[in-house]
T-cell receptor
């Protein structure tokens, strides 16, 4: 079965600095990888996905993610963090022809002014 | 455009009482539907998913059940709630294959007292 791991419970960065939120995955075959963001008491919002092709994927709100097959990683990045980026971020994976999506435990990002 | 509705937004129920949470999707046909539970603002646990009317896959053998009486309606139920059923319940939909993201509702916060 597929799974993802987010090794950091909490990431703190200063506004204007680059941010990285880490994710590693495990899946049989080629993965479909996703990042979501959650604000307090709300559902998850889709940010971006990797299917195939270019290893650098661009998404909403200036976020991007880098797929690395050899390291089985899919780290979320942003060149310049905003205070409004503070939220809970989830990595998720689906295997080919799988209907269920598995989520990591989440990483709480705090951007300080 | 597609929308997803979940209700109620919050619910306080005594132990041993029944539960019914409803989710409906508009603007799409034959979606895959999902119920997730999020405990303590952290990771998501897949409870049920459905690929069609009357087709339910259960991931967690607990005192919860799900039904899909109509194409775009997904219901989460329990006959007798436990304290451990407290959490944030999220409904989601997707269409297409494994490369399609999930789209989440705003969730129901259930407190069992």
């Amino acid at each position: 079965a597929q799974s993802v791991a987010q090794p950091e419970d909490q990431v703190n960065v200063a506004e204007g600095n680059p941010l990285t939120v880490k994710c590693t995955y495990s899946v049989s075959g080629n993965p479909y990888l996703f990042w979501y963001v959650q604000y307090p008491n709300r559902g998850l919002q889709f940010l971006l996905k990797y299917i195939t092709g270019d290893n650098l994927v661009k998404g909403s709100y200036g976020f991007e993610a880098e797929f690395n097959k050899s390291q089985t990683s899919f780290h979320l990045k942003k060149p310049s963090a905003l205070v409004s980026d503070s939220a809970l971020y989830f990595c998720a994976v689906r295997g080919y022809n799988n209907n269920d999506m598995r989520f990591g435990a989440g990483t709480r990002l705090t951007v300080k002014p | 455009s597609q929308t997803i509705h979940q209700w109620p937004a919050t619910l306080v129920q005594p132990v041993g009482s029944p539960l019914s949470l409803e989710c409906t999707v508009e603007g799409t046909s034959n979606p895959n539907l999902y119920w997730y539970r999020q405990a303590a603002g952290r990771g998501l646990q897949l409870l049920f998913y459905s690929v069609g009317i009357g087709q339910i896959s259960s991931e967690v053998p607990q005192n919860l059940s799900a039904s899909r009486p109509q194409d775009r309606q997904f219901i989460l139920s329990s006959k007798k709630l436990l304290l451990s059923d407290s959490g944030f319940y999220l409904c989601a939909w997707s269409v297409g294959g494994g490369n399609s993201p999930l789209h989440f509702g705003n969730g129901t916060r259930l407190t069992v007292t």
